[in-house]
């Protein structure tokens, strides 16, 4: 809805949070040969916590991605005063 009323940066922001979560189906799988590689970890604890991996450190990335994108467009305009 964010496009169709125009307001793109709104909507690129969405489009980034949603491809960070689409992307962790990939994140999990990692996270959990890693772990289960690195650690003897039962399991069930695997689970437990591979279930905050999968998608918590992509928001975190697809969050700063997003602040550092609105940070760089306000220094240009500070910088060229439009």
């Not at 307001?7 to 949070?17: E, G, P, T, V, W």
């Not at 949603?18 to 399991?43: G, M, N, V």
């Not at 069930?44 to 994108?69: G, K, S």
Request: positive net charge; hydrophobic residues 50%.
């Amino acid at each position: 809805m964010a496009a169709k009323r125009g307001q793109i940066a709104r909507h690129k922001a969405f489009m980034i949070r949603s491809y960070a979560l689409t992307f962790s189906a990939i994140t999990l799988r990692t996270w959990k040969f890693i772990l289960s590689r690195s650690f003897h970890i039962d399991p069930v604890h695997l689970y437990m916590i591979d279930a905050w991996m999968w998608f918590v450190p992509n928001l975190l990335v697809a969050e700063w991605w997003i602040r550092q994108r609105v940070r760089r467009r306000s220094i240009f305009t500070a910088q060229t005063g439009c």
